[in-house]
């Protein structure tokens, strides 16, 4: 027998084998990991088996995994039957069983692991994607059933883990919805078809010092991506948001704004793209009064050529609607306007990628239809990078947003000016004393 005081969140996810994959996902100071580690305890006390224990890089087991393996092992009164060893890093059970340690940045000592029948990956989303499904191929046994756990904390959507236990191509007409993380925020724990998925955050843990909690509170004050990861344990965007006044409304919605305005600018805009990039065409409306811009239509395309891009686009031939394209691509815009489309060239100054992203944050808001998934999809998520010092790059994104440098081209001819240009208009005017 043995008697240990756990969290009660965790106690049926601690004797709950049914599922192959088993994915915790947490805030800092659940106690996520330390119960992944009493669940493998238990088992291997249980029934001979050989664990093996991944993170990213292997130097970081000693202080982390193996030291929680002994601590846990101690608390149980343990110590004299389960032996950890520090050369090679090892925790053995008398029954035969044995856990191992390995890191994914020495990748050839892994060929040499066989009869794994249970595998904890640590810190998951720290490990590569291809490495997840390399450690799959090595989970296998003759006749033992076969588990995976994977705990992390959600960093960010464009993690692999999201696009692969919850939202695939989240945004996209391929989109693929395996678990809606807020579903599993709202239920704790769910199961879906062989993947147990569980939630914590430092709530959960009766163990943690009321102090450590008011801690991860303070970061909703100076750090709102830590504050997501941390103290609510949720996947969202990591980065400051180029265009924090994006937004996505239905259609129908979207229609009747554009048809409340007073005249109200058209605009199209068109970048171009074949291989890794695409062509993304969008149809913009703009309140001037109100300084609202709205993106009501989209075209986005990739591996077309020009002649295919007109079929798709033969419309505008016969509404000889003006689109500015990106300049950049003379031949396209040349064939396309030969076959009948109103397009000419968006002027690119020297700077104007900064510039064009300074214009775009003076409106008030963006709305988007909901019938334009991938412009959804790339400005809602967009950030700016950072450099290797952690500095924001104000011209740089954590992706090539097509939608948005067709923005840019549509609107090269039109400025919106923002509270500080009026102020400064004003000043002008009365200097002259025209105000």
């Not at 009869?115 to 291809?130: D, H």
């Not at 090595?138 to 939202?167: A, C, Q």
């Not at 994104?397 to 923002?418: K, Q």
């Amino acid at each position: 027998m043995i008697e240990k005081e756990v969290n009660p969140h965790f106690e049926n996810f601690l004797f709950d084998w049914m599922q192959k994959f088993q994915l915790l996902v947490g805030g800092y100071g659940s106690s996520k990991s330390y119960h992944a580690a009493l669940k493998i305890i238990l088992k291997l006390v249980e029934e001979r088996r050989t664990a093996l224990v991944v993170r990213e890089v292997y130097e970081t087991h000693r202080e982390s995994t193996y030291s929680l393996f002994e601590e846990i092992i101690e608390e149980l009164d343990l110590s004299n039957k389960i032996k950890c060893t520090t050369s090679p890093l090892q925790v053995r059970f008398p029954n035969g069983s044995k856990i191992i340690f390995k890191g994914m940045d020495k990748p050839m000592k892994l060929k040499s692991i066989n009869n794994v029948s249970l595998i904890w990956l640590e810190e998951c989303s720290e490990i590569k994607y291809a490495g997840f499904k390399e450690l799959i191929g090595r989970l296998r046994h003759p006749k033992l059933k076969l588990h995976m756990i994977l705990t992390t904390n959600p960093v960010d959507e464009g993690n692999w883990t999201y696009s692969h236990f919850f939202i695939k191509n989240k945004g996209q007409d391929n989109q693929v919805i395996f678990l809606d993380d807020e579903e599993l925020y709202k239920k704790r724990t769910v199961v879906v078809d062989d993947t147990y998925y569980h939630h914590s955050i430092a709530d959960d843990n009766l163990f943690l010092p009321e102090s450590y909690v008011q801690e991860l509170e303070k970061t909703k004050v100076y750090d709102l991506d830590l504050y997501r990861v941390a103290r609510k344990g949720r996947f969202g965007v990591s980065g400051t948001k180029v265009l924090p006044q994006f937004e996505s409304k239905p259609h129908d919605q979207v229609m009747k704004e554009i048809n409340a305005i007073y005249k109200p600018l058209y605009r199209n805009g068109m970048d171009f793209g074949f291989e890794d990039s695409y062509n993304a065409l969008l149809r913009m409306a703009v309140d001037d009064k109100e300084k609202i811009l709205y993106i009501y239509w989209e075209y986005y395309s990739n591996h077309k050529d020009d002649p295919e891009i007109f079929e798709d686009l033969k419309e505008f031939a016969e509404t000889k609607e003006k689109i500015k394209g990106d300049s950049a691509e003379p031949k396209t815009i040349y064939y396309l306007k030969k076959k009948g489309l109103n397009i000419t060239g968006a002027y690119k100054a020297k700077g104007s990628r900064l510039q064009n992203t300074k214009k775009m944050k003076r409106f008030r808001k963006i709305i988007c239809s909901d019938n334009c998934p991938n412009t959804i999809r790339e400005l809602r998520n967009l950030t700016y990078k950072k450099d290797k010092q952690g500095n924001t790059i104000y011209d740089a994104f954590n992706i090539d947003p097509h939608t948005f440098s067709a923005m840019w081209y549509g609107l090269d001819d039109y400025e919106v000016v923002d509270l500080k240009d009026k102020k400064q208009t004003y000043k002008a005017l009365k200097s002259l004393g025209l105000s």
